[in-house]
């Protein structure tokens, strides 16, 4: 059984599959309780440093759970008694004999495939650390297939599931995005151009009976022009890296090749009323906006552009985080300065981790728009806060939104925290920050002084005529307060509600 091998299985052998994954499922092998066993606030935190913590502190109590997680998120080894305790003899027989599992002459098994737990959902890949000594480890193959990482679970968090006709997932690694699209969607199509990864995707779909899912091997959209598409999602190579060393991760020198290619074919794949989402990262030139370049990719189409800014990293810690480390110290030094220099060379200052989305622009607006936020990342599935940003958006532009104004009332869209900062010098002034709490995606928003009175004044829904009475009383005319509730309206803090709102005290 060859490494290249390990996701092919025969129609026989499916039942047996399921059924050993059923099992761990039935042992509470997901995201949740996976997180909760090792000490995470989030799976995306494990860290490959810190695995004899987690088999000392975490999984010291051999029991079935811990064993599946040793053997399939941690990349260990257990012995023979505990593999017979988690899979019945059918289950281990058919998982040894596909090369899912190994087991030594000394009895100790090992799995060659990851199994990485999404929502309740467990979707086989490449390990996360091929670099690790390990038996039958070796460096990361070119054609290594994309592990379920941060950036797999912030797309599949963020995306937004409702639903469409046909989705595409470009770059599709082991088809994670596809399984999680096939529910709500008629059909999927998965492409990747690694043969390795689309057989990995075909795998997987086979064993959640997802017959709804085509897997295509070929370039980005090529295998599937003239079509359009309900739901687009994509996960491309994006390091910009001086080496070409691993298929799913180096994006050329820029990081942009895989990126720019994807963008620039939206317009002729994504459907009227269907949304894009991309997970990356993209390095950042000074004074720059990195909307500027996707618009620039799009060509003139009129799409609308949200950004979600979720982590940044200097040039110098890219740098030193990408830099091979199995070798000797000056090595190491001149492989920094290697990946610092490429990053120079492109301009970049800093690398932004981001989750974009597009939709066609509403004619109705005149223009399409672009949006861009700082954000921290999401715990769970944000993808209904997408969407109500575009909605939000939409609505803040409308050219009749007075009119919408005067017939509806206003009210907060839930509990908003307030942070006040006074900035001390020649003149003093305050900035207040606002957040909308519960959020699934947090993003704080700066807030004028005409916008924070007006969050203020609506402790209960109000009528717009009674909301400028309030604010006339704060010496705030008109035109301001308008402008603010329109600001208030985009960013969500606000919401304009078809219930008429109660009556001031003293009113009728």
Sequence with gaps: ???????????????????????????????VRVRERLGLADLNDLWWRALPIYRAERLADRDPLASAIDLFQLQGVISSEELDRLFESAAREVLVRTGLIVVDESGFARARAGLFPVGDRLVFSDHAWPNLPHPGQAEARHDQVMYVG????????ATVRRPVAAALDLC????????LAAPHAQKVVAVDINPRAAQCARFNAQLAGADNIEIAVGSLFEPVQGRRFGLITANPPFVPSPLDAVGFRDGGRSGEEALRQIVAGLPLYLERGGIAQIVTELGERENEPLA???????????????????????????????????????????AVHEWAANLKSQGYVRIVSALLAFKWSDPALNAPWTRTEDAQPPLS??????????L????????????????????RAGPI????????????????????????????????ATEREVALLLQEPLAW?????????????????????????????LLLSAVDPPALPGQK
């Design 1 to 31: 059984m060859t490494e290249s091998s390990t996701y092919l299985v025969a129609e026989a052998d499916l039942p047996a599959l399921r059924a050993a994954v059923s099992r761990l499922a039935g042992l509470g092998y997901n995201e």
């Design 150 to 157: 941060t950036d797999s679970r912030w797309l599949a968090r």
């Design 172 to 179: 599709t690694g082991s088809g994670v995005h596809a399984l």
């Design 292 to 334: 500027d370049r996707l618009r620039e990719w799009l060509g003139g189409a009129p799409l609308d552009i949200h950004v979600l800014r979720l982590r940044t990293h200097s040039a110098a810690t890219y740098a030193v985080g990408h830099a091979h480390r199995n070798e000797t110290l000056g090595a190491y030094f001149e």
């Design 381 to 390: 599935d944000a993808g209904s806060e997408v969407e109500a940003t575009f």
């Design 392 to 411: 939000a958006e939409y609505l803040s532009r409308k050219p009749n939104l007075r009119d919408l104004l005067e017939r509806r009332s206003l009210r």
């Design 417 to 448: 925290g307030l942070i006040e900062t006074r900035i001390l010098g020649k003149t003093s002034a305050t900035k207040t920050q606002a957040q909308l709490l519960g959020m699934r995606i947090p993003i704080s928003h700066w807030l004028d």
């Design 465 to 493: 005529h009674d909301l400028l009475e309030l604010a006339r009383g704060l010496s705030l005319d008109e035109e301001a307060v308008t402008a603010a509730v329109a600001s208030l309206l985009r960013r969500r803090l």
